[in-house]
């Protein structure tokens, strides 16, 4: 990774309002050893500024405007295989999740959001006594 | 209606590539209503040709700078790179898989002839961006009538 910016959670009521174009963007989800979930997003072309994301309700959404990659002016286009677009994706959060300790950061149009596990629900093993 | 010459590039397939981006075209496929994103390890691209250069975007989410390798010959540009998995760690359970990973490369037969010692690449937010001055004999000229 090249550089990555740290990007601040919001817990609101309201999420945000992605306008009808926006697409979901392709993720990655996986589970480390630890118990965290770890999503990875690609929002190409959205600037750390544009980035949302929001805990509500058990809901986890992902906003991100990358539509600053559109046509710049006085070029004509030869070939077009991409546009800008807008990101929008919503995901239910499983009770396991702490929600106080979630984080997320963007590099090189990945967003990166850790859940870590909550305490009380991590794995532990129970020792055996013997009698 | 872009000229069909078959020049004399190193590429024996950039006369259909050509035919097949001018097909595209005509099917519909512009920038209305291309919606392809993180295509996987195929990344798309963006061919945007004005009056002194060209400007070549390429969508690679996820590749840093050190992983990308750009290469000009005559008048085929290529980009090669390597998108790495999400999980840098061993023993972890994948629960959803959408984005690629791997090698991946891509030849673009650029519609003008440019001055390969002006080139400018600059990568931000998952998008490359490369700026290719046009060579002298390739800027439109205009010419007066005496």
């Known amino acids: 990774m090249t550089q990555s910016d740290d990007i601040k ?3 609101t009521p309201s999420a945000p309002n992605p306008s009808e174009k926006a697409v979901a963007p392709l993720v990655d989800i996986y589970e480390r050893e630890d118990g965290a979930v770890v999503l990875t997003a690609e929002i190409p072309g959205a600037d750390k500024d544009k980035i949302d994301v929001r805990v509500d309700k058990g809901v986890l959404t992902i906003w991100a405007d990358g539509r600053s990659v559109d046509m710049p ?6 070939y ?3 546009s800008g677009a807008e990101y929008f994706r919503a995901f239910a959060l499983s009770d396991e999740v702490d929600r106080d300790r979630i984080q997320a950061k963007v590099a090189d149009g990945l967003l990166i959001v850790t859940l870590p596990r909550a305490q009380a629900v991590q794995t532990r093993k129970i020792e055996i006594t013997a009698g | ?14 006369g259909l590539r050509q035919m097949q981006r001018e097909l595209e075209r005509l099917m519909g496929r512009a920038a209305s209503d291309s919606r392809s994103i993180g295509g996987g390890i195929y990344p798309p691209v963006n061919v945007l040709n004005g009056s002194d250069d060209l ?14 390798d750009i290469s000009i010959t005559g008048d085929t540009l290529v980009i090669r790179g390597r998108k790495l998995p999400s999980a840098d760690e061993q023993n972890v359970r994948f629960q959803r898989r959408e984005r690629g990973s791997g090698d ?12 390969a010692d002006r080139v400018e690449a600059n990568l ?14 390739a800027k439109p000229r205009q010419i007066r009538v005496s």
């Open chain 2, 104 to 115: 991946f490369s891509r030849t673009i037969v650029l519609p003008d002839k440019v001055d």
């Open chain 1, 80 to 82: 077009v295989g991409f």
């Open chain 1, 9 to 11: 959670i919001k817990v």
């Open chain 2, 1 to 14: 209606m872009a000229v069909f010459r078959w020049p004399n590039s190193l590429d024996p397939w950039s």
């Open chain 2, 55 to 68: 400007i070549v975007q390429c969508e690679v989410a996820g590749v840093s700078k050190d992983d990308l």
């Open chain 1, 73 to 78: 002016e006085n070029y004509a286009a030869t």
């Open chain 2, 124 to 137: 931000k937010d998952g998008i490359l961006t490369i700026r290719l001055s046009k060579s002298e004999a």
